[in-house]
């Protein structure tokens, strides 16, 4: 069984910075890709970001391109967002997931465990 946990979220104002933090425990986190989704208000769930297994590889949504940044820590079985210029859009429940494939992945489909979430709110 594998637990995720998130923390780091807050309110900020815009154009502020946040890095989320998402640690693991039970499975080892370095074979597996990670990622992160959120979910708006009165919105579906969107993937934001992933990472492969070793970290050499990183795929990101249109809206976190060139503001965000994924990263991980394998030995500390812990994977990063690091949250740059928010926008009052970028409000959410961001949540942290771990793939069963190895490379980076935007596909639910491939997550298989799911942390409860932490929310990030951007005040204009």
């Known amino acids: 069984q594998v637990q995720l946990t998130e923390s780091g979220g807050g309110l900020v104002q815009a154009g502020g910075s946040l890095r989320l933090s998402c640690t693991a425990s039970?499975?080892?986190?370095?074979?597996?890709?990670m990622g992160w989704f959120r979910q708006g208000p009165g919105k579906a769930r969107e993937f934001v970001a992933s990472i492969s297994w070793s970290g050499d590889r990183t795929s990101y949504s249109d809206s976190a391109k060139d503001r965000f940044t994924i990263s991980r820590d394998n030995a500390k079985k812990t994977v990063y967002l690091q949250l740059t210029n928010l926008k009052p859009e970028d409000t959410a429940d961001y949540y942290c997931?771990?793939?069963?494939?190895?490379?980076?992945?935007?596909?639910?489909?491939?997550?298989?465990?799911w942390g409860q979430g932490t929310q990030v709110t951007v005040s204009s």
């Open positions: 039970g499975r080892a986190l370095g074979t597996y890709a």
């Open positions: 997931a771990q793939a069963w494939v190895v490379a980076e992945t935007s596909k639910e489909s491939e997550y298989d465990y």
